[in-house]
């Protein structure tokens, strides 16, 4: 019989996307300036985050696995200033009731040993082992939703697509993370390792850009860099912070060509606080901008909206991907003036 707990970890875990996004953000989370995804099968078989942040305390093995465990709340306060991607400890306890999950570890005092954590399904740590491992975390898993048989059944019939999303995810946190080398890699049947991309770990977001999509998309991109200023509405009136009323949009949009023009491709990649998200809404309005100056294009959009965490909410669903903007309505007039 399914229990609560899978019930529950199926909807933290929502897809392939939402396994690539709670590994790399703990990844990023743990300091990462290196990060390898490792697929086999398009993920179906095995989804593997390696890198190498400082690693997992000893004296956490027992616990990372549980329900509600995190390192990164230390307080209720602080909710409301996070800095961290992570903060609910409902990923790693999801997963494990989802796949079967283990992780290798070392932080730098142990090199070259390392340990293997196997768990439970209940997120109990099952047994460890020591291994031979460098600094960092691999977290690996295996047969997602194999105890969710109909949520299986639909991601292998869904695959192509489902494997094409969660690249573009991948994407979006490889171009967005300045500093942080990413290499995505593939095993398909008996083909080999094959590379996906790879960023360089370049200083730069452009740059990143241009390790993704190649220089041509880079020489089409013109630097979107624009100061949102509007009135509250009401929503965030109440927190009395006037900083809410300010958003800075910096990024990259390709450059206009109007009427027949060659053809940028069609990649758009929205980012709160650098945290990558669908911004729908927000998506709508670039496009009708470049739609009413006659554009032929579908324009290439990478943008981050960087503005005061009291201005949206991540907590709208448990898989966190919604954020809610409190002033969505007000910041698109002024962003669609700005354009
Ligand atoms: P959260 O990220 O919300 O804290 P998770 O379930 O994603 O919860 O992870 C639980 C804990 O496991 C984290 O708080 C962190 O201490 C540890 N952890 C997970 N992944 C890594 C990693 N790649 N490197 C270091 N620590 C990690
Ligand atoms: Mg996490």
């Known amino acids: 019989a399914r229990s609560v707990h899978q019930i529950q970890s199926g909807q933290v875990i929502v897809d392939l996307c939402s396994v690539a996004k709670e590994l790399v953000e703990n990844s990023l989370d743990a300091g990462a300036t290196s990060i390898e995804v490792r697929f086999k ?9 390696q890198d190498n942040g400082g690693g997992i305390p000893p004296d956490s093995y027992e616990s990372v696995a549980l329900k509600h465990y995190t390192s990164k709340l230390s307080s209720f306060t602080d909710l409301t200033s996070l800095q961290t991607f992570g903060f609910r400890g409902e990923a790693i306890s999801s997963l494990c009731a989802l796949a079967d999950f283990h992780i290798v570890t070392a932080q730098a005092d142990q090199v070259p040993r390392a340990n293997r954590l196997d768990f439970e399904s209940s997120g109990k740590l099952q047994k460890t082992q020591i291994v031979a491992g460098q600094k960092g975390t691999t977290a690996s898993v295996e047969g997602i939703f194999k105890r969710l048989p109909v949520r299986r059944r639909e991601l292998e019939k869904n695959i192509k697509r489902e494997y094409g999303k969660v690249l573009n995810l991948l994407h979006a946190y490889a171009c967005i993370s300045a500093g942080v080398r990413f290499s995505v890699r593939n095993t398909v049947g008996k083909t080999r390792n094959v590379v996906v991309f790879t960023t360089n770990g370049n200083p730069t977001t452009r740059e990143n850009i241009a390790n993704v999509y190649g220089a041509k998309t880079l020489s089409a991109l013109i630097p979107l860099d624009l100061e949102l200023e509007f009135e509250s509405t009401g929503a965030t009136r109440r927190t009395g912070s006037d900083r809410v009323n300010q958003i800075l949009v910096r990024g990259h949009i390709s450059r206009p060509v109007f009427g027949e023009g060659r053809q940028t491709p069609d990649r758009q990649m929205f980012f709160v606080n ?23 294009q579908s324009p290439f959009i990478f943008a981050d909206f960087q503005m005061d965490t009291n201005a949206y909410d991540v907590n709208v669903s448990p898989d966190k991907r919604t954020i809610l903007l409190h002033e969505a309505g007000a910041m698109i007039e002024s962003l669609k003036t700005s354009l």
């Open 274 to 296: 650098s945290r990558p998200c669908g911004l729908p809404q927000i998506a709508k309005a670039f496009n009708e901008v470049y739609k009413s100056f006659n554009v032929s």
């Open 41 to 49: 099968n398009n993920g179906l078989d095995l989804i593997e985050v």
